[in-house]
Structure formats: C-alpha cells, structure tokens
C-alpha cells in the first residue's frame, strides 16, 4: 500500500548515497556530461513545434514541447523542486488531488502514481491545446485513476475568456492578463465553482489536497469553493502567491493569505533540506511561491515524518 513512498525514500536515499560516496570532482564530471547530452537532445526541439518524451520523476514520463518555456524547466528538472519534494512526502494512497491550473499534467501524474490505485486525480485544464497535451501525457502513462476537465475554477458557472501568452509562456495563460510574455488572443471558455464540483463528485469528507495554480486568479477558486473549503475538514491546499499576476487580476496577495485565513487556514512555507513546513506570516512585500494552506497542522508533520 506504501509502495510509491518507500519508492520515493530509497531515491531520496540513493541521491544521499551518491553524494556521499562519490567525490566531488566525479559527480561534477559526470553531471557535465549528462547535462551536454540534454542540452543537445533539447536544442533539437527548442522554440518548435516539435517534442521529446522524457522521464520527469520515478515512473513519469512525459511529452515535452519545445514551444514551451515550462516543458523546458521540466526537461532539466528546473521545476518547483520544494513544492514536488512535498507532495512526494504528504500524499498517501487512497487520497484525492485535484490539480487546479493543471497544464500538461506534471502534479496529475505525480500524484496519480502517489495517490493510486484507489484515490482519485482530478486535472482542471481550460485551454484547448494545453488540454490535449494533458491528455497525451496521461494517455502515455496510463493511470488508472485520473480524470480530466476541461475547465476553469472560477467563482461563478459561466463563459469567461482565456488570455493566450505567446513566446513559449502558456503556462502563463490566465483568466486576466498573462503576467508572463505578450497576449496572443483569447478562447472562451467554460468555468464552474469548487463547490458544485465538490458536491457533484462526493468529495466532502475524504482526505483531499488541492494544488491551485491558476495566474492571479486563485481569489476567484477560493470564491466558488467557500461552501467546500469552511468545514473542520477542508482539503490541504497547495496556492500559488504571485503579486504580479495577482495585481492583473484585480487583487493581492495579501487579499489572498487574508481570504485563506477567514476560511479558518494557516498559512505555511515550504523548505526542502531538510523537507519541512513553517509558519508564514504575512509579510508586506510577497515572494513568488507555492503556499501550503492547512487546517490541521498536526498531520502535515506527522506525515512528512512518516515514509
């Protein structure tokens, strides 16, 4: 039942061991050499049309674009390494994830392997070719228990439209104004509340993490998901905090922490050496950064203590 941790443990391990056992001068060698071999497959598809699958974490692989600045990141590896570290320590099997602003699908299939066989993935996606890709890469690792939507969480059920960044930044795509490149046009799309998804699928109740990242307009999903989010056992949340992309969407991220805390949340940091959680204070000028918001701090270190 906790093979997807124990596997995670013996990499983690495996890393130490390596660092460890084998000289500096040999680890920087080799690396070099890992790296130019990468570099050469990558500039093979750079600022194309075109991709490479590679493996992005034990039992992941996945399609990587190269018209994509964050297919690149996770190429190299580049890509949110304390909130991934976190996942891969807090997430059991039989939860349930949701994975709010899912892109191509790196936490969907990270917490699907995490997670599986019985809890379910929930991947909320609204841009028409972000989407497709999604569904290439579950289609390509085959999980079990994913679903995927092609829609965004809002505050209201509605029609809304979709601004497309250009130049590689799709993941900046955003229900405001990209905080990333240039606006290359809009889709109209299809948005519904936390809320009504919650009560639709039964999630009340069951042990859920939500990650949100949705460029500026997670005020909006915690609007729609008030209802969801109120009770003793409301999901742990994973929230994006960028000013920047806030600002475009006609808020803060200080509304947002004060948003999170009059839901009956507190607010963490994350560290990844060693791996843990510490208060956040609301600070008065905000780092660009994952948040764990959580109602029961106890079992966020409990877990993390625990393969």
């Not at 692989?61 to 996770?74: A, I, K, T, W």
């Not at 579950?138 to 809002?154: D, I, Q, T, W």
């Not at 060693?274 to 994952?290: A, I, S, T, Y």
Request: aromatic fraction near 8%; hydrophobic fraction near 40%.
């Amino acid at each position: 039942m906790k093979r997807n941790h124990l596997s995670s443990s013996l990499t983690r391990f495996a890393v130490r061991a390596y660092e460890m056992c084998v000289p500096n001068r040999i680890r920087t060698g080799l690396h070099n050499r890992w790296f130019t071999r990468h570099s050469a497959r990558w500039a093979q598809v750079r600022k194309t049309p075109r991709s490479v699958i590679h493996r992005v974490a034990p039992g992941v692989r996945m399609q990587l674009h190269g018209d994509s600045l964050l297919s690149e990141m996770l190429y190299f590896g580049e890509f949110e390494p304390e909130t991934r570290s976190f996942f891969e320590a807090y997430l059991r099997p039989g939860d349930t994830f949701l994975d709010v602003g899912a892109n191509i699908g790196f936490y969907t299939l990270l917490a699907a392997r995490l997670v599986a066989p019985d809890g379910p993935v929930h991947a909320f996606e609204p841009c028409s070719q972000t989407f497709s890709r999604l569904e290439d890469n579950v289609r390509l690792n085959r999980p079990g228990n994913v679903s995927c939507h092609r829609v965004a969480l809002s505050h209201e059920t509605a029609q809304a439209k979709l601004a497309l960044a250009n130049g590689g930044f799709d993941a900046w795509n955003s229900l405001a104004a990209p905080s990333m490149g240039e606006c290359s046009g809009s889709e109209t799309v299809s948005t519904v509340t936390l809320d009504s998804f919650a009560r639709e699928h039964r999630l009340s109740g069951r042990r859920c993490t939500i990650k949100i990242d949705v460029e500026g307009w997670e005020s909006q999903v915690l609007a729609g998901g008030r209802e969801f989010l109120s009770g003793d056992d409301a999901p742990l949340l994973c929230v994006e905090f960028t000013e920047e992309a806030a600002a475009l969407a006609g808020s803060s991220c200080a509304s947002l922490y004060h948003s999170l805390e009059e839901l009956g949340y507190r607010i963490f940091s994350i560290s990844a050496q060693p791996l843990e959680v510490k208060p956040f204070p609301c600070p008065e000028v905000f780092p660009n950064v994952n948040m764990i918001a959580a109602k029961n701090p106890a079992e966020i270190q409990a877990r993390l203590s625990t393969p």
